[in-house]
């Protein structure tokens, strides 16, 4: 069965730490996704990676970094958290050609 | 603004009733994708439609394609309780590398009565 799992679903940080959100599957996929999700504003793509240790920008990049050393593991990094990133973030995955796209859990973060 | 835009916001029905959700979006597209979310939960995938088809079906659910308007919509028939979630469309593009990039609509929260 297909698995995607994310190593936290709740998570508390304060403002200026660095966060880490790993995110894992087991499909061999070579597509990765992190989404953030805002009540209002639906999923919005931060980053993908189409292969290791290749990432492209999303739609909202911007104070986040991500790092995917390995095919099954894809790292969301917040460098210094801020308030407004407190949000749920989504990992996905897909295979190369295929347009459907498998999802975590979800981790719920909220910055204080 | 988001690709996709889901009609209704909100949705209320009785159990046994049929549910519909209207998706339009604005640029060219490849395919067109339907998702389920629980509450609080990740997305499933639902229903995949190429922008060559006008509808797909898969058990209760049924998605139709107009390219010409830039539309589809999600029919779910015979609903029950646990069709009670928040429903997405979402359009693609190709990535350069292969696989597709999806942008996301804001949803259509359904809720099944008893």
């Known amino acids: 069965d297909v698995k995607v799992t994310q190593s936290s679903r709740y998570l508390v940080k304060r403002t200026g730490e660095k966060v880490f959100l790993e995110c894992v599957q087991d499909m061999d996929h070579e597509n990765m996704f992190w989404y953030r999700q805002d009540p209002g504003l639906g999923l919005r793509l931060i980053y993908f990676?189409?292969?290791?240790?290749?990432?492209e920008k999303g739609d909202i990049p911007e104070g986040y970094s991500v790092s995917r050393e390995k095919k099954e593991r894809f790292s969301l990094i917040l460098e210094s958290a801020s308030t407004n990133q407190t949000s749920m973030y989504l990992c996905a995955s897909s295979p190369r050609f295929r347009g459907e796209q498998y999802f975590g859990p979800g981790t719920r973060l909220t910055v204080t | 603004s988001q690709q996709g835009e889901e009609d209704p916001q909100a949705l209320s029905i009785q159990e046994g009733e049929n549910a519909t959700m209207n998706c339009s979006y604005k640029?060219?597209?490849?395919?067109l994708q339907w998702y389920r979310q629980n509450s609080g939960r990740g997305l499933v995938h639902l229903i995949l439609?190429?922008?060559?088809?006008r509808e797909k079906h898969s058990g209760r659910l049924r998605v139709t394609l107009d390219t010409s308007k830039k539309s589809s919509s999600l029919l779910i028939t015979a609903s029950r309780a646990a069709d009670t979630a928040s429903y997405f469309c979402a359009t693609d593009a190709i990535l350069t590398g292969g696989g597709n990039k999806l942008t996301f609509g804001t949803g259509t929260q359904l809720k099944v009565e008893l």
């Open positions: 990676s189409y292969d290791v240790k290749m990432k």
């Open positions: 439609i190429r922008s060559n088809e």
């Open positions: 640029t060219s597209i490849n395919n």
